[in-house]
């Protein structure tokens, strides 16, 4: 009996394949990494990387372009917001209870109700990536500029240090460890969520994993799944090294380590 040649490659059981179209079945090893892959639809398949490498490339540029816009464009709309809220205290609430809400709208409605505003366009999806961001930059900023001591403030203006001058010069740069903290927040759960702009047909890697799921096509999932996971811990581990490059006294020294250890050893002998 022949079997139909129009049956679609991940069709063919896995490791064989048919001499001609009417044929017998001839079982054949199966090469790891090779075409075989493909006709069985495996999850891991070297042979999708290297037919599919300029898909996966576009996709994880757009995926990387969407997420370092969506988080830079939060940053700018949140830093004002948070000085507002601190200058301000009457608006505060108002201020983080607002960016609190537009964080529980679920991603899809949040999309669908920005598409009659911006048509379907990565704008869409920037747009709702940005409000996604606030809660977590505002509240994070806000932190930051409050645990400023109040000495050091007092200690600023006896110099003659004006409001934007103390801002910039002196409780930035002591608030830069919960404000980069923020930033990390922000960065990774916008790469996570930049796969649901998929939707719209923004989604970066989203799209891939969602044109997977809709074909079973194994391979597709798991590669594209696996660089979003990689892209987040990448973007998570660059802003840590930018926190420590930035804020150098906030790394304990060796010296004074020591130190404190031949004191205690002193005041044990005393």
Request: aromatic residues 6%.
């Amino acid at each position: 009996m022949s079997v139909p040649w129009s049956l679609t490659a991940a069709a063919w059981p896995s490791g064989q394949v048919p001499a001609d179209p009417g044929g017998p079945w001839l079982p054949q090893a199966a090469a790891p990494g090779g075409a075989d892959c493909l006709v069985a639809n495996d999850w891991i398949c070297g042979a999708y990387l290297r037919t599919r490498s300029h898909e996966l490339l576009a996709a994880t540029v757009q995926h990387l372009g969407i997420t370092a816009a969506s988080v830079a464009l939060g940053l700018l709309i949140a830093f004002p917001l948070a000085l507002l809220a601190r200058r301000r205290r009457a608006v505060a609430g108002a201020v983080l209870g607002l960016t609190t809400v537009l964080y529980t709208i679920p991603s899809l409605a949040m999309f669908a109700l920005l598409t009659p505003v911006f048509g379907v366009s990565v704008a869409v999806v920037i747009t709702g990536l940005v409000l996604y961001s606030l809660t977590i930059l505002v509240r994070n900023i806000l932190a930051g500029l409050d645990a400023v001591p109040a000495e050091v403030r007092e200690a600023a203006r006896g110099m003659g240090y004006g409001p934007a001058r103390m801002l910039f010069g002196v409780e930035l740069p002591l608030a830069l460890p919960a404000v980069v903290a923020g930033i990390r927040i922000a960065t990774v759960s916008t790469v996570a969520m930049t796969t649901i702009g998929s939707v719209v047909g923004f989604g970066g890697l989203g799209n891939l994993i969602a044109s997977g799921l809709q074909g079973f096509f194994k391979a597709e999932v798991l590669t594209a799944s696996v660089l979003c996971v990689l892209l987040a811990v990448a973007a998570d581990l660059l802003l840590m090294a930018v926190q420590r490059m930035l804020t150098p006294w906030t790394r304990p020294r060796a010296g004074s380590r020591s130190g404190g250890r031949r004191t205690r050893a002193t005041k044990a002998v005393a």
